[in-house]
Protein backbone atom coordinates (compact mmCIF):
# COMPACT_ATOMS: atom_id res chain seq x y z
CA UNK A 1 0.00 0.00 0.00
CA UNK A 2 1.59 3.28 -0.58
CA UNK A 3 2.19 6.23 1.37
CA UNK A 4 -0.03 8.92 1.48
CA UNK A 5 2.13 12.41 0.23
CA UNK A 6 1.75 13.97 3.93
CA UNK A 7 3.46 11.40 5.62
CA UNK A 8 6.17 11.92 2.68
CA UNK A 9 5.71 15.23 3.69
CA UNK A 10 6.59 14.74 7.31
CA UNK A 11 9.54 12.11 6.79
CA UNK A 12 11.12 15.10 4.66
CA UNK A 13 10.63 17.51 7.36
CA UNK A 14 12.03 15.46 9.58
CA UNK A 15 15.01 14.73 7.46
CA UNK A 16 15.35 18.32 7.06
CA UNK A 17 15.44 19.16 10.59
CA UNK A 18 17.87 16.54 11.27
CA UNK A 19 20.51 17.88 8.71
CA UNK A 20 20.20 21.50 10.32
CA UNK A 21 20.60 20.38 13.23
CA UNK A 22 24.46 18.31 12.29
CA UNK A 23 25.16 21.09 10.33
CA UNK A 24 24.62 23.54 13.18
CA UNK A 25 26.97 20.86 15.66
CA UNK A 26 29.36 20.75 12.68
CA UNK A 27 29.76 24.32 12.33
CA UNK A 28 30.30 25.14 15.94
CA UNK A 29 32.74 21.82 16.09
CA UNK A 30 34.86 23.40 13.11
CA UNK A 31 34.99 26.76 14.52
CA UNK A 32 38.32 28.18 13.89
CA UNK A 33 38.16 30.46 17.13
CA UNK A 34 37.14 27.20 19.11
CA UNK A 35 39.77 24.84 17.47
CA UNK A 36 42.66 27.28 18.10
CA UNK A 37 41.52 27.76 21.88
CA UNK A 38 41.01 24.26 22.66
CA UNK A 39 44.50 23.31 20.94
CA UNK A 40 45.67 25.63 23.25
CA UNK A 41 44.38 24.62 26.49
CA UNK A 42 44.93 20.91 25.83
CA UNK A 43 49.11 21.96 24.74
CA UNK A 44 49.25 24.29 27.98
CA UNK A 45 47.67 20.80 30.14
CA UNK A 46 50.35 18.82 28.56
CA UNK A 47 53.01 21.21 29.20
CA UNK A 48 51.66 21.42 33.12
CA UNK A 49 52.74 17.83 33.34
CA UNK A 50 55.72 17.75 35.28
CA UNK A 51 57.07 14.72 33.10
CA UNK A 52 56.86 16.86 30.51
CA UNK A 53 58.40 19.76 31.84
CA UNK A 54 61.32 17.81 32.82
CA UNK A 55 61.84 16.35 29.59
CA UNK A 56 61.76 19.75 28.33
CA UNK A 57 64.12 21.00 30.61
CA UNK A 58 66.34 18.96 29.63
CA UNK A 59 66.04 18.68 26.34
CA UNK A 60 66.73 23.12 26.78
CA UNK A 61 69.41 21.93 28.61
CA UNK A 62 71.65 19.88 25.93
CA UNK A 63 70.80 21.92 22.90
CA UNK A 64 72.34 24.60 25.57
CA UNK A 65 74.75 23.38 26.27
CA UNK A 66 75.86 22.04 22.48
CA UNK A 67 75.20 26.05 21.05
CA UNK A 68 77.54 26.68 24.03
CA UNK A 69 80.00 24.46 23.27
CA UNK A 70 79.90 25.54 18.78
CA UNK A 71 80.68 29.30 20.59
CA UNK A 72 83.51 28.46 22.09
CA UNK A 73 85.35 25.63 19.27
Known amino acids: MPRD ?4 ERDIENARNQLA ?3 DVL ?5 PKRLV ?6 VLAKLNEPAVRA ?8 VGLL ?5 FR
Not at 5 to 8: D, G, K, L, P, V
Open 21 to 23: QTL
Open 37 to 42: ESTKQG
Open 55 to 62: ALIGAGAI
Open 67 to 71: VVRKL
Open 5 to 8: TEAI
Open 27 to 31: AVRTN
